[in-house]
């Protein structure tokens, strides 16, 4: 049996998107995970995750999220496919669901830019396309939503607290950029940079450390060679699995993260929240990384042809230490 479906765009400014779905099972028959047609029992739901990697402590926060809402009990059946921050295995994994006939695909994308091509094959084969957490370049008119997090936002609120604590006096601060060219690393820098102007901090150095804690401690080691652990106050992290690199960094150079050297991060994963605790960072913005149900949901709405809301965003919260104290205990994640 085939299935129709249209995803209504509930915001102005994006076109309906109309597509016939592969049935997921019955006498059209859709891919598994071999690639066979056909298999399959009720109305399982084939879905293609395309993932990032395993970069990060909230990675692996949003695989586990994602993985749970897609469950066999919740009526899917899950392919799942982690790049390892390689942007040219990610798309060739979305081209290998196209052609396997799953009846959506979920794609968390690594870098913005690239997408158009494969996301029109998606739509020539009828296939639906939600996106997770990182935004793309390529029009809205390519995939039926986007579930995530307010990158510029949370930039802004770590640039503010910033500013209110260090702005008033000439503070040197180096970043640890995530990976160039994906949505965070471009809106977390657009927002601090913008909530730091025209204050004193001085921006002296930015690297990717491609939110990894290996990149995130090599790139603080170049920056420590380069400018002198005594010339650098302020690090602003992308994540705090980098500033968890740099802290090691910072130790191993004779100083004292959170003290001779502040630190301010984002994600406010576990080992990010025990280190604010202990005042080896000073502040962390959330990105939350448990996405699963929202996506699980907006994909069962696409297959079945109900509205879903296009554009979706997670509200982040923001930690001091106090805060952090407060919230450890109950953290999921
Ligand atoms: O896209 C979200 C970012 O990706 C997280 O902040 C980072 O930890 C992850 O790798």
Redesign the pocket.
Known sequence: MKKRFLTSMAFAGVAAFALTACSSDGDGGSADASGDTGGGGGDTIVVGFAQ??S?????SA?TESMKTAFSEENGFELIFNAADNDTAAQIEAVRGFISQGVDAIVI?PIVEDGWDDVLQEAADANIPVILE??TVSASDDLYAAWI??D?EE?GVKAGEWAAEMYGGEATKMVVLE??TG???AND?ATGFDSAIEGTMIEKIDSQTGD??RDGGKSVMEGFIQNYGVDNIDLVYA?????ALGAIEAIKAAGAVPGEDIKIIS??A?HDGMQALVDGEINYIVE?N?LLGDLVAAAVTAVVNGDSVEPVQYVEDLAFDQAAAEAALPDRKY
């Open positions: 990032t990697g970069e990060s402590g909230w990675r949003n968390a957490d990182r995530g997090l990158f949370e995530g990976t994906s949505a965070p977390r939110f990894t992308h994540n705090d699995d980098m984002i994600d994963v990105c990384p």
